[in-house]
DNA sequence: GTACCGTTTCCTGGTT
DNA sequence: TAACCAGGAAACGGTA
């Protein structure tokens, strides 16, 4: 069945800058759910779609957007993935073999690595052709595989979160901590198992919110101002110390020991 | 159409 | 003086 599908693949196609435009269905119903639709937002000039890019060229970002894409398109069980076999570069990842796959995804470590291949093969025009071929790989499925619930680390504690992309200010921020290769010493903790972190840099740090959100006229000011309301939510409580803030006891997953 | 949420924008005044 | 903090008020965009 999968060299049958791969048989199909006739050229790579992948376009350096190709605005990606799904013809299955619109982005809206393609990651419907709030927590995925901010991957895309999130893109930038400098960061092209995952989708425009060969994956042998993806970045780790690139790598979780497809993991994403997959288990939301695919309706794979997120639950049996160990997220850190996947924190690697598009290089590395298609450098797995099939074992491998498997190793880090069970039976779904199968669908995905099939789905890689397909997606190296056909390049862009993998996602002309998705209704096919995402029927073929549902065809492939079997209940095992099945998505029964939301994305979720098993292996991996550093990434069990529930949204792979933060949607919120605080997410992001909290995200941001417990990335240090996106960080880029923006912030930082001040005692982490308080959750006491400290902004370093303010104005990239806006900037970046800013990126994110396709504002350039983001500032520190307006983004503290932003922080400052959740100190009415329990999401963050007052510090009083200049640039320092401290996660609230409504503030989730940014515990080491309950990630 | 409406209500609600999570910001964003602007502001005044205070602190470091 | 600049950078930051605090919080009120209104507006905005997305979503249910």
């Known amino acids: 069945m999968f060299g049958m599908m791969l048989d199909s693949v ?17 982005w809206t119903d393609l990651f419907s759910s709030e927590e995925y639709y901010p991957a895309f937002e999130h893109q930038t000039a400098g960061d092209p779609y995952w989708t425009s890019v060969h994956p042998e060229y993806w970045t780790k970002r690139h790598v979780w957007e497809w993991l994403q894409f997959c288990c939301e398109q695919y309706r794979l069980d997120a639950s049996g993935i160990s997220f850190c076999h996947f924190n690697v570069s598009g290089l590395q990842l298609c450098s797995m073999t099939q074992e491998e796959f498997r190793e880090a995804a069970g039976v779904c470590g199968e669908y995905l690595y099939f789905i890689l291949q397909n997606i190296r093969a056909q390049g862009y025009s993998f996602f002309n052709d998705t209704e096919e071929t995402k ?27 529930a949204s792979l992309q933060s949607s919120h200010l605080w997410e992001f921020v909290r995200d941001l901590l417990l990335s240090p290769e996106e960080n880029c010493g923006i912030l930082e903790w001040e005692d982490r198992e308080q959750g006491i972190f400290r902004v370093v840099k303010s104005e990239a740090l806006a900037k970046m919110w800013g990126q994110r959100k396709k504002n350039d006229r983001m500032t520190y000011e307006k983004l503290s101002r932003a922080l400052r309301y959740y100190y009415k939510t329990g999401i963050l409580e007052r510090v009083d110390r200049r640039l320092v803030y401290k996660f609230g006891k409504n503030a989730h997953g940014w515990q080491e020991d309950k990630l």
Request: overall charge neutral.
């Open 10 to 26: 006739t050229h790579s196609t992948f376009l350096p800058n190709a605005s990606f435009c799904d013809p299955l269905m619109s």
């Open 135 to 161: 029927a073929a790989i549902r065809d492939c499925a079997d209940s095992n595989c099945l998505k029964t619930s939301g994305i979720k680390g098993q292996d991996c504690p550093s990434h069990s979160r």
